[in-house]
């Protein structure tokens, strides 16, 4: 199941990007694996799938340490300063930066353990109060803050729309996620201003997603079955 759900995901992904005249090589898929036991994240790995996400530190160790190295994981849920040293263990990418407290502690321990990350800024594209996030008149000074920041690499930003039912709801909120990441690319704002990433789009919505620019997209459900 999670075999052919993942073949069908990676074959739409190829479709969508040739039809958008994308490179299909340029758009990573996150397997969103929160409350989903281990045996699952092993049936993906067994079908190549590397990248996964998670939303809870102690969740994420825990299954972690079952499933060894060979797996790289991004941080997809609300962090807090008090745990980031646990999260600069295990993630590769912190996708959730929208504090600078936060940021300033992830870099106090990167500092410490001599080791550099990548993050992500998430901006509150769609001001939906219910949603964690960099207001977009913000991102900018943000990004200023954070270049301080010796260990921390900022590749781009993340976003996660306010919901609806229909997918094409979320289409003004990706580009506009899009256009702010192209002025601030101008700016240099970014570690790598030539490629710059941008998470954003899940199992209902990645489509739309990727035809909008996602570098990076978040599927959970439309690959473990749902969540309930
Ligand atoms: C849970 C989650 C996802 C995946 O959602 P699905 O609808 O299951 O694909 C993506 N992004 C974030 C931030 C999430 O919390």
């Known amino acids: 199941m999670i075999a052919n759900n993942l073949q069908r995901i990676r074959q739409n992904i190829e479709a969508i990007a040739r039809r958008s005249n994308r490179r299909p090589d340029t758009i990573r898929l996150i397997a969103v694996s929160k409350t989903f036991p281990a045996t699952d994240i092993r049936e993906a790995l067994a079908f190549g799938q590397t990248l996964f996400g998670e939303n809870y530190i102690q969740e994420a160790e825990r299954k972690y340490l079952e499933l060894g190295q060979n797996i790289r994981l991004h941080f997809i849920g609300h962090l807090q300063s008090n745990k980031a040293h646990i999260a600069v263990k295990i993630f590769e990418m912190i996708e959730t930066v929208d504090q600078i407290?936060?940021?300033?502690?992830?870099?106090?321990?990167?500092?410490?353990?001599?080791?550099?990350?990548?993050?992500?800024?998430?901006?509150?594209?769609?001001?939906?109060?219910?949603?964690?996030?960099?207001?977009?008149?913000?991102?900018?000074?943000?990004l200023k803050k954070v270049m301080t920041l010796s260990n921390l690499r900022v590749r781009g930003l993340m976003t996660m729309p306010p919901f609806s039912e229909d997918p094409e709801k979320s289409r003004i909120h990706f580009s506009n996620l899009r256009q702010l990441a192209e002025r601030l690319q101008q700016k240099n704002l970014f570690?790598?201003?030539?490629?710059?990433?941008?998470?954003?789009?899940?199992?209902?919505?990645?489509?739309?997603?990727?035809?909008e620019g996602a570098t990076l997209v978040r599927v959970g459900s439309a690959i473990f079955g749902d969540r309930s």
């Open 101 to 142: 407290k936060l940021a300033a502690s992830l870099n106090r321990y990167l500092e410490q353990s001599g080791k550099i990350m990548d993050i992500l800024v998430q901006v509150n594209i769609g001001r939906d109060e219910k949603k964690s996030g960099v207001a977009p008149e913000d991102t900018e000074d943000f």
């Open 191 to 211: 570690y790598d201003n030539t490629f710059v990433e941008l998470s954003m789009g899940m199992s209902h919505d990645y489509p739309i997603a990727i035809e």
